[in-house]
């Protein structure tokens, strides 16, 4: 389980970092076009395809947000989402610490 | 339909529930003076009849339906986590302020142990398909494990040792 939820938190928080270069490529053409004096219709074009780019770049990079208001008790399938993965982990790692509770020696 | 939506999203809502289930099991905890005031004692409940019940139908190798699966996982960590007063939230959320119940959660703990609780628990994190039941799985270990509880650290341990296939939390 804590494998599961560690491999699907990786690739979905790579996957976010992706993005996150993509936005700031995006916002950067955009700024630098925004700044040209006159665009010619092709350059606006472009313009709107930047913007409509950016929009669906920003949708993805919500899709890999933790949702702390996610109620667990609608989960039907095993499918994890990155609350889930974040709390599946949190129950694990919380199991491991109170194995060990009171075995602690003091050096 | 919107209204079923909110249902599965309202906070208030959710607590209700909580509220309603904890009901139950508050209940379920105290069958024995319920079921002898009614039977005037000649048909008396005891709580633990009632978990070993819960254990054997929910074990893995039965053919119980998954939602009641859960069910019955449910009241069994609520019967630890009824002890501190006014927490509806699992084990794994709470802070320091458990402690003041602790004697009263270790009694709980204890007969939940010592009903085979935790054979049932790591059972079925290790062979239950469902994620859903693994998740609640765990939420039973960590509220019998609260405190450090030795007995229970003792049995999840043994039964760790004796995983040959190395299923239980991989």
Same mark, same amino acid.
């Given at each position: *389980? ?30 630098? *076009? #925004? ?10 074009? #472009? ?11 920003? #949708? ?40 060990? #509770? ?6 | ?170």
């Amino acid at each position: *389980m804590l494998t599961e939820a560690f491999d699907f938190l990786k690739e979905t928080q790579c996957g976010r970092n992706e993005l996150k270069q993509k936005l700031i490529a995006t916002e950067k053409k955009i700024e630098d *076009m #925004e700044s040209m004096s006159a665009l010619n219709k092709l350059q606006k074009k #472009e313009l709107n395809k930047l913007r409509d780019a950016k929009k669906i770049i920003i #949708e993805d990079i919500k899709a890999t947000d933790s949702d702390d208001n996610e109620n667990p008790a609608a989960y039907i399938t095993n499918d994890l989402s990155v609350y889930r993965a974040i709390r599946n982990s949190i129950s694990i790692l919380k199991y491991l610490q109170l194995m060990c #509770e009171n075995h602690n020696f003091a050096s | 339909m919107a209204y079923l939506k909110s249902v599965g999203t309202s906070d208030a809502l959710l607590v209700e529930y909580e509220r309603e289930f904890q009901d139950i099991v508050v209940y379920i905890i105290y069958i024995k003076n319920k079921s002898e005031a009614t039977f005037e004692g000649t048909n008396t409940l005891d709580v633990k009849d009632l978990i070993n019940s819960l254990i054997k139908i929910s074990g893995i190798e039965s053919d119980i339906h998954p939602d009641l699966r859960l069910v019955c996982l449910k009241v069994i960590r609520k019967v630890v986590e009824l002890e501190y007063i006014g927490a509806t939230d699992p084990a794994l959320d709470w802070d320091d302020e458990w402690e003041r119940y602790a004697e009263e959660i270790e009694k709980k703990q204890q007969m939940l142990i010592d009903l085979g609780v935790i054979d049932l628990v790591c059972d079925l994190i290790a062979e239950e398909e469902k994620r859903v039941i693994k998740e609640e799985g765990l939420l039973v270990a960590v509220a019998l494990l609260l405190g450090g509880n030795e007995d229970a650290q003792e049995k999840f341990q043994n039964y760790v040792n004796n995983d040959k296939s190395n299923k239980f939390l991989i």
